[in-house]
């Protein structure tokens, strides 16, 4: 069965300081890794993905994120912090060739940025 | 969340009775999904489905009902059945990939939050 851990409830940061939001994950084969922002009360935005290709992969709105194999990790990053980043974080996984296409989602990681 | 409805916003429901909560899509999308979130935790899937006329059970179908009539809309059912239904549900769907993997992402709706009174 595959899973995903956030290991941070919270993470604070000063706007304008670099950003990490950690993840880790386990699932057979090679995983298709993504991550989604959630503001309150609303759905949740696709911020990025890796598939294939490159490590390092950009998104939305500035962040990117490094895919390490070795580490089973997926960790977000941003260079420099805004205040309207501050939302929910969410890293998800679906094993490869799984026929429901299901993601299964971390807990999530609420990221406070302080002016 | 531009492309996928759901309605309502909000509701309220008594115990004991029966709501249904709307999910409709105009990407033409062929998969359709049904997230329930609780304060401090992830997604937990309740239904998904494919295509038309096909759903599956996801890790919390009980006390939840679906269907789907129409590649458009996948409505959920929480039955009486359910015992805490009290939640933020969540629908997404997806572009089953055919000849590219850069449509593998499900694409949210801006939720349904509902109470039981």
């Known amino acids: 069965a595959q899973s995903v851990a956030q290991p941070e409830d919270q993470v604070n940061v000063a706007e304008g300081n670099p950003l990490t939001v950690k993840c880790t994950y386990s699932v057979s084969g090679n995983p298709y890794l993504f991550w989604y922002v959630q503001y309150p009360n609303r759905g949740l935005q696709f911020l990025l993905k890796?598939?294939?290709?490159?490590?390092l992969v950009k998104g939305s709105y500035g962040f990117e994120a490094e895919f390490n194999k070795s580490q089973t990790s997926f960790h977000l990053k941003k260079p420099s912090a805004l205040v309207s980043d501050s939302a929910l974080y969410f890293c998800?996984?679906?094993?490869?060739?799984?026929?429901?296409?299901?993601?299964?989602f971390g807990g999530g990681t609420r990221l406070m940025v302080k002016p | 969340d531009g492309g996928i409805t759901q309605s309502p916003k909000y509701l309220f429901r008594k115990e004991g009775q029966n709501v249904t909560l709307s999910c409709e899509q105009n990407l033409n999308h062929d998969a359709m999904y049904w997230y329930r979130q609780d304060p401090g935790q992830g997604l937990r899937l309740i239904y998904y489905?494919?295509?038309?006329?096909?759903?599956q059970k996801g890790d919390i179908a009980e006390g939840y009902s679906v269907s789907r009539e129409k590649k458009e809309s996948f409505p959920l059912t929480v039955t009486s059945a359910q015992k805490n239904p009290t939640a933020f549900y969540l629908c997404?769907?997806?572009?089953?990939?055919?000849?590219?993997?850069?449509?593998?992402?499900?694409?949210f709706g801006p939720g349904t939050r509902l109470t039981v009174l």
């Open positions: 890796y598939i294939t290709g490159d490590n």
């Open positions: 997404a769907s997806k572009q089953t990939p055919r000849t590219s993997l850069s449509t593998d992402t499900q694409y």
């Open positions: 489905s494919q295509i038309v006329n096909d759903f």
């Open positions: 998800a996984v679906r094993a490869p060739g799984d026929a429901g296409n299901m993601l299964t």
